[in-house]
């Protein structure tokens, strides 16, 4: 792993948050901060330790947070930046502006009609896929992690995070009405619950479910696991 170097050029941009602050402070309209202003703040005190004291994921954190903040008031990232840096800032900043653009991550879905996703998505979302690879594999520091969960919609483990949030959807239908959903339902939402349940079912009988999986799902209110064929 190449050893990181930082500087401190950039407490002064950094800093400019804080003096915003503290002026709105002044006013009594103190703003509410966002994830990226946070964290910013977050590595600036760390940027005030000395380097002898930092670990090594500290310190090549500290050098993404200085790739960040270098482009401030430039047109381009300046030559001292590391070229990995440079690189996964660039593409940080270009899917944070997709995302802002379009409202959403991008897409990925290879069934959409041909020219329906532009070369610029295909781009982000391969970056994407990059990101959670490296993720997976252990090589990115925690600066690179916690930066790129500051994008609205950016997740690691998307499926994992979706079949969360069913189950916990599930749970709470359950609970409001006492009953589990029902596929012949007139509401859209609960009958997107039922096919979830009925492939939650199907992947159980199938061996594919993990033990984790099961234990939840043995938890919820009203659930039952059927038969091996068929629904309910």
Known sequence: MPEYTFSRFNTGAAHDLSDTARRAAGKGTMPAQTPVELLHAEYAQLHRQHPSTLTQDQRRSLAFYDGELAPRGAVEIPYTVPR????????????????????????????????????????????????????????????????????????????EDDWQAKCAAYARFTATHGYSPKLRSSNASERTLDRWAVKTRMAYWAGRLSPDRVDTMNGLDFWTWGAPTGRR
């Not at 900043?93 to 991008?106: H, I, Q, T």
Request: glycine share 6%; net charge positive; aromatic share 8%.
């Open 84 to 159: 990995d840096v440079a690189q996964w800032t660039r593409n940080l900043l270009a899917l944070e502006s997709f995302v802002r653009a379009e409202g959403r991550m991008p897409r990925e879905n290879r069934r959409l009609p041909e020219g329906a996703i532009s070369t610029n998505e295909k781009q982000r979302a391969n970056s994407v896929r990059t990101q959670r690879r490296a993720f997976a594999a252990g090589r990115l520091c925690t600066y690179q992690v916690r930066r790129l969960l500051c994008i609205p919609g950016f997740s690691f483990h998307p499926l």
